[in-house]
């Protein structure tokens, strides 16, 4: 696939959900209850409370932050941060001694991400436009690496690794939920952009994400694999023509494909 017109598609389907249009089809900005949600996937009641409702759009698939072990005083970057989500959290736990800075590559998640930092006067965060594959950040100057649900969208995953190993101290730490896959997609859904969007079809083999971590010079590299509840019952059936699932065999579900997972590891 091009990586600039995949890019493109990834960063506009992304701006319409910033700013809440919803039914774009990429099945992950329709979810009802995004604090049921959150709890579905990890969030405790506790954890939520610090967390402003407008940066909770529903698209993460896991709960980075609470893996991460934050300290007081630590330097958190979390890659595609969308509306703020899991930095709202990590600023909580990191301090007024300590800072996160989330990146993410689309405009109006920054901007949004930024109104809910003012408006909830969180001053310990930063946001910063940029992408994950050149990542807008110093080497050797962050403490903790966090991302939820972002780095399966990224054409270029080995270099998002590359970059990751840059920007970390030495000793720092990854904490990051993500999606991948147990087995090969069927090509109609590898093929279709709105499961890219939603998550899917950028995804890869578990066994493939260890050793891109591993590639990247990290090491104790661990990749915890999870059941998805990410994904509501319109994935289980064949939604026909155009729309994410058109591909899968009958009877079959994307749980049968796709997991949620957590890799950790240290520079
Ligand atoms: C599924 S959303 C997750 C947002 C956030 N982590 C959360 O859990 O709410 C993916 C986010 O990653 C961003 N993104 C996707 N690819 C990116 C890239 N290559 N560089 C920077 N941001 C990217 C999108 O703009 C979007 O905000």
New binding site residues.
């Given amino acids: 696939m091009n990586r600039d017109k995949t890019?493109k598609i990834?960063?506009d389907a992304?701006g319409k959900i910033a700013k809440g249009q919803k039914g774009c089809g990429c099945g992950?900005c329709c979810i009802p209850d995004a604090k049921e949600y959150a709890k579905s996937i990890g969030y405790s009641e506790e954890e939520l409370k610090v967390i402003p409702d407008d940066a909770?759009?529903a698209?993460?698939c896991g709960n980075p932050t609470a893996l991460a072990r934050l300290k007081k005083g630590e330097t958190v970057l979390?890659?595609?941060?969308?509306?703020g989500?899991?930095c709202f959290l990590a600023a909580s736990k990191v301090g007024s001694k300590g800072k996160v800075i989330g990146?993410?590559?689309?405009p109006e998640?920054i901007e949004k991400a930024r109104e809910n930092a003012k408006r909830n006067v969180v001053k310990n965060v930063e946001f910063r436009l940029?992408?994950?594959?050149n990542l807008p950040a110093a080497d050797n100057s962050v403490d903790v690496v966090i991302?939820?649900?972002?780095i399966n969208?990224?054409a270029d995953k080995k270099r998002v690794f590359q970059e990751i190993y840059r920007v970390l101290k030495p000793g720092g730490r990854i904490s990051i939920s993500d999606i991948a896959l147990l087995k090969k997609l069927p090509k109609k859904i590898r093929e279709n952009m709105l499961a890219y969007v939603g998550?899917i079809s950028g995804a890869i083999l578990v066994d493939e994400y260890k050793k891109i971590v591993e590639a990247s010079g990290l090491k104790n590299v661990k990749i915890a694999v999870k059941g998805l509840s990410l994904y509501t019952d319109s994935y289980t059936e064949d939604p026909g023509e155009g729309k994410i699932l058109g591909g899968l065999k009958k009877g079959e579900s994307i749980q049968d494909y796709v997991v949620s997972v957590c890799a950790e590891g240290n520079k």
Avoid at 78 to 83: K, T
């Fill in positions: 890019i990834v960063r992304y992950t909770n759009l698209l993460s979390d890659l595609g941060a969308g509306a989500f899991d990146v993410d590559m689309t998640m940029g992408e994950i594959e991302s939820n649900c972002v969208l990224s998550c």
